[in-house]
C-alpha cells in the first residue's frame, strides 16, 4: 500500500515570475490536488504551487508537469477541476485567484 | 396533515462506515408517496476472469457533494413530483457483496421514482468525482467508467 508524504512545494516564485513585471505573469499561489492514480504518480495529495494569474488550462498542466514529470503518461486522460468546475486540458484561460482550488481529475467511477 | 412538514429533501452522504439499505430507504419515505425506489451497487467478485478480492474507493469529496445536489436539482426539474432523494456512496475499502452506492427516491406514483433512481445512477457515473480501484490477487486496478467521457475508450 502506498502511502503519501505531504510536501509543500517551495519553487521560487522569481524563476517564473520576474520582478516588475505586472499583469498576467503576476503569479498566484493555487492549491493543487492529486487524486486517485495522478496521486500515485505525483507522490503527493496536495501542495502549493505559484503560477501564473492569467495561464491556460494546458499551460497549467505542463507547469504541474515540469514539477512532476512522471505525470506525462496520463495527459490525454484528465481533467482539471478549478474552483469545482470542470475545465478541459486547452486553450481555456483561467483568470486564477489566490488560494484558488485545482484538482487533476483522472477518469471517474463511481458507483 | 400539514403538508408543508413534508418539503422535499435531498439526503447525501459519503461515509466509510457500512451503508445500510433500509436507513436510506426510511430517510426518503412520506405519507404523500406511494412508491420508493432503491438502486442498491454491490462488489462483484470477478473482472475479466480475474478474482476481485475488494474495491477501494476515493473521493473528492467537497466537489462530489456538490456534484450530487447538482443530479438532485436536475432530478427534481425533470420529476417535479419526486418528494425525497437519498444518495450515499461509500469510501474506502468495501468487500465482495456489500454495497458501493445506495439511491433512494420517493413519489406518489411509481413511473417517476423509478426512472429518477435510473437517472441518478447515469449521472452520478458520469459526472461526480468518485474513484474506484480493484483489487485483485497480484495487482490493482483503478476503474474507468464507460460515462466517463475523458477516459480513453481503448487503451
Known sequence: ?111 | MDENEDTPKDFIKLKSEKLSVDEVSELVVSPYCGAVSVFIGTTRNNFEGKKVIHLEYEAYTSMAETEIKKICRDVRQKWPSVKHIAVYHRLGVVSITEASVIIAVSSPHRAESLEAVTYCINTLKASVPIWKKEIYEDEYSWKENKECFWANSEK
Open chain 1, 1 to 111: 500500500r502506498l502511502s503519501f508524504g505531504r510536501r509543500r512545494h517551495r519553487e521560487p516564485a522569481a524563476e517564473r515570475c520576474p520582478p516588475g513585471d505586472g499583469g498576467s505573469m503576476r503569479c498566484q499561489q493555487v492549491s493543487v490536488l492529486y487524486f486517485a492514480r495522478s496521486a500515485e504518480l505525483a507522490g503527493l495529495r496536495c501542495e502549493t504551487l505559484s503560477v501564473p494569474r492569467q495561464i491556460t488550462s494546458l499551460q497549467l498542466w505542463e507547469e504541474i508537469v515540469k514539477v512532476h514529470p512522471r505525470l506525462a503518461v496520463i495527459r490525454d486522460q484528465v481533467v482539471f477541476a478549478v474552483q469545482q468546475e470542470y475545465v478541459l486540458l486547452g486553450d481555456q484561460l483561467l483568470n486564477l485567484q489566490p488560494g484558488d482550488e485545482v484538482a487533476i481529475i483522472p477518469p471517474i467511477s463511481g458507483g
